[in-house]
Structures are given as C-alpha cells and as structure tokens.
C-alpha cells in the first residue's frame, strides 16, 4: 500500500505529465527517429542513425522545447480549460502555476544546453522555436487563421530541424511534410470547433466564432480536399511501399470524416471527428516502416 505521501507525489507527477502531455512527446520522439531512418536518412546504415549522439541531443531538445510550449499553453488557457476540459483541467490543477512556470525555464534551458552540444546555429533554431511557442500561446492563439497557421508550423518545426540536419531535399519529403501539415491544420481547424464555448467565454477570435461553424465546415472540406492530393502522389508518385496502403485508408477516413463534419451540430460530434485525425496521425507514425519493410525484418541483424 502506498502511503499519502506517495499517493500525494504520484498524483502530482501524473498532473505534470498531463500538462506537458507526454504521451504525444512520445509520439514525436518515435516520428523523429522512424523519419530519420526511413525518409530523412534512408541512404545511411539503420545503425548509425540511431547511434547517432547529434540527432539524439536534436531529438531530447525538440522534447524539452515541446513540453515546455504545452505548459506556457495551459499556462495561458487555465480559464478556457475550465470549460472546454474541467476532468483534465482539474487534474493539472494539481500542481501549482508557479511551479508550472519554474519547470517551464528548467525545460528551456535544458532544450538550449543540449542543442549546443550540436551546434551554434541549432541554439538558435531552438531559441526561435522557443519564443514562437510562447508568442503563440501568449497573443497568436486568439486570431483567426493566424493561430492556426502558427500552430501547424510549429507542431512540424521539430521534424525541420531533423530534416536541416541531414540536408535532404527530396521531393517525396516536401510530399510528406505537406500530406502532414494539411492534416494538422485540420486537426486545429476542428479543435477550435469543438472548444467554441471555452474560446467565446475567453474572448478567443477563432475561425468558428469570428466566421461561423458553416464556414468553418467549408475550410475543413476544402482542406480535406487538398489533403487528398497529396496522399495520392505520394502512392502514384513517389516510392512509399507498403505505405501506400496507409494514403490509402487516409483517404477513405477523410472522405468518412467530411461526411460526418456536415452532420455534426455539438461538442461531441466535433470531438469524434478530432479523434478520426489524431488516428491518422498516429497510424502515420506507426506506418512509415512500411516504406521499407526489409529494414525492419533485418532488425534482428542489427541488434546482434
């Protein structure tokens, strides 16, 4: 049995964890490394890839960097989170904002030490990176179509800075990085939708509230739309593999999303719709072994 102490210590962990929602850090720490051996640095030894001490400080820097942005963002929308999320806001309310604050500059610094073991001009990719998250959170945010854009780039910045490092300039990467952006811009589009209530209490000039939930829907379809394309060259096009089969079944789920977008009416519905993205984004993820699926059959060979 665990003492009240530790009950109290367990329970803060999991309200920090919540904060900087290290489950989706996660998530972009195994993107960074399955882009870099599969797309970025397919041409180099699998190996010597994830051996490799400088993508390792890029990778723990883009970490940092991230879960620094998401508590300067609860930080700042504690009030909206009240109304749009009160089960999780609750449970981040568990640690302080002064101690919210102090981690935040902890995880700044340690971003900024670690991309200069790399290099100069990795410090300062990391110092932009840094004060974009936070001029996002703190004014960005709140305007319409600026807000989003912002939100999109910097989600895929830490994907740039793997890609600056190895100098690939493929085309397929510019598919791929394009096929991304469009679904995340989607991702914000819909959130927006489905927090309006939080965001008009906060005075936030989203898209739905400045222009409407129909007009919102048209920006969706359209982006929808233009998703498709992408994911077509990228099985039409381009060498993908196996990975086709994936822009494959992302078609079927955005052609069952914008369906499903004109007959929603409240929270849960828009809900419903954010979740269909974030599982397109997540097989994504867990798909781009399929580009070339020799690599992971000899996996054996290179853990021996």
Request: with cysteine; proline share 2%.
């Amino acid at each position: 049995m665990l003492t009240r102490k530790q009950k109290h210590i367990l329970l803060k962990f999991f309200s920090m964890f919540s904060v900087i929602r290290g489950y989706n850090i996660l998530v972009v720490v195994i993107a960074q490394y399955l882009a870099s051996i599969y797309i970025l640095a397919h041409d180099k030894p699998v190996k010597e890839v994830v051996l490799d001490l400088n993508l390792l400080m890029l990778v723990l820097a883009s970490a940092a960097a991230i879960a620094g942005g998401y508590i300067i963002n609860n930080f700042y929308d504690s009030e909206k989170d009240l109304i749009n999320r009160p089960q999780k806001s609750m449970l981040d309310r568990l640690v302080s904002q002064n101690t919210k604050l102090s981690f935040y500059f902890v995880l700044n610094f340690v971003a900024v030490i670690m991309a200069s073991y790399v290099s100069f001009r990795a410090v300062v990719f990391f110092s932009v990176y840094i004060f974009g998250i936070w001029f996002y959170s703190h004014k960005l945010k709140k305007m319409p179509f600026v807000g989003n854009l912002t939100s999109a780039v910097l989600t895929i910045t830490p994907f740039f800075v793997v890609f600056i490092y190895y100098k690939n300039f493929e085309h397929v990467i510019f598919v791929h990085a394009m096929f991304l952006f469009l679904i995340i811009s989607m991702r914000e589009l819909t959130k927006d939708l489905e927090n309006i209530k939080g965001d008009l209490a906060q005075d936030y000039q989203t898209i739905p509230i400045r222009y409407g939930e129909k007009a919102s829907k048209y920006m969706l379809t359209i982006l929808g739309v233009l998703t498709i394309i992408p994911a077509f060259l990228l099985i039409y096009k381009f060498q993908v593999g196996d990975m086709s089969y994936f822009f494959y079944l992302c078609v079927l789920l955005l052609i069952g999303f914008l369906i499903l977008l004109w007959k929603s009416k409240n929270k849960t519905h828009y809900l419903i719709l954010h979740n269909i993205l974030k599982v397109i984004i997540l097989a994504g993820v867990f798909s781009i072994p399929l580009i070339d699926i020799s690599l992971v059959l000899n996996k054996i060979t290179f853990m021996q």
